[in-house]
T-cell receptor
Framework: AAGVIQSPRHLIKEKRETATLKCYPI?????VYWYQQGPGQDPQFLIS???????DKGSIPDRFSAQQFSDYHSELNMSSLELGDSALYFC??????????????FGPGTRLTVL | GESVGLHLPTLSVQEGDNSIINCAYS??????FIWYKQESGKGPQFIID?????DKRQGQRVTVLLNKTVKHLSLQIAATQPGDSAVYFC??????????FGQGTELSVKP
């Protein structure tokens, strides 16, 4: 079965540079979530989208922005990168309309290293 | 803020033994509780979930117990295998939507 695709898998950037992470949800899934996981930490919710509209927002820095496109893929844009942004970034997708609770399927993650 | 946390950061068991991983949560309004398994370098993988109106749910070799009185969640893995070695996270979600993860427990299975 098709899974969530994230690209790139690894990304190395310098401080103050920008980065764009991409997420392709499971086909027919209309909801995308972004999570950030620091070393040895639990995943922290950043932001989510349902039907191309932002549906919830967590502890996402103002330097970060995201959107969901007409084909339901999503991009997380990160500017003025800081050392502390080094982390694993996961995207998860779900089918919002299926039920009150919808299992989220996680992608393999993008490992961002800021030097 | 509200959070979900785990009592034990590491757990080492012998292959074939049963494993129990515990979790405490603080948001009594959450509707669903989920256990995820995360292997090194991979994304969290769904194991089992339980709705807040249930006390117990069983899957294949796994059982989740929910005690709402003390806000406690546990994951039981029967006949633990080396392939079960991973970090296990509990998570909660209020009626769907974002997941609030707790601190992971690293399970190490000794052959």
């Amino acid at each position: 079965a098709a899974g969530v695709i994230q690209s790139p898998r690894h990304l190395i950037k310098e401080k103050r540079e920008t980065a764009t992470l991409k997420c392709y949800p499971i086909p027919r899934h209309d909801t995308v979530y972004w999570y950030q996981q620091g070393p040895g930490q639990d995943p922290q919710f950043l932001i989510s989208f349902y039907e191309k509209m932002q549906s919830d927002k967590g502890s996402i820095p103002d330097r970060f922005s995201a959107q969901q496109f007409s084909d339901y893929h999503s991009e997380l844009n990160m500017s003025s990168l800081e050392l502390g942004d080094s982390a694993l970034y996961f995207c998860a997708s779900s089918l919002e309309a299926a039920s009150a609770y919808n299992e989220q399927f996680f992608g393999p993650g993008t490992r961002l290293t800021v030097l | 803020g509200e959070s979900v946390g785990l009592h034990l950061p590491t757990l080492s068991v012998q292959e074939g033994d049963n494993s129990i991983i515990n979790c405490a949560y603080s948001n009594s309004a959450s509707d669903y509780f989920i256990w995820y398994k995360q292997e090194s370098g991979k994304g969290p993988q769904f194991i089992i979930d339980i709705r807040s109106n249930m006390d117990k749910r069983q899957g294949q070799r796994v059982t989740v117990l929910l005690n709402k009185t003390v806000k406690h969640l546990s994951l039981q893995i029967a006949a633990t295998q080396p392939g079960d070695s991973a970090v296990y996270f509990c998570a909660e979600t209020p009626a769907g939507g974002k997941l609030i993860f707790g601190q992971g427990t690293e399970l190490s299975v000794k052959p």
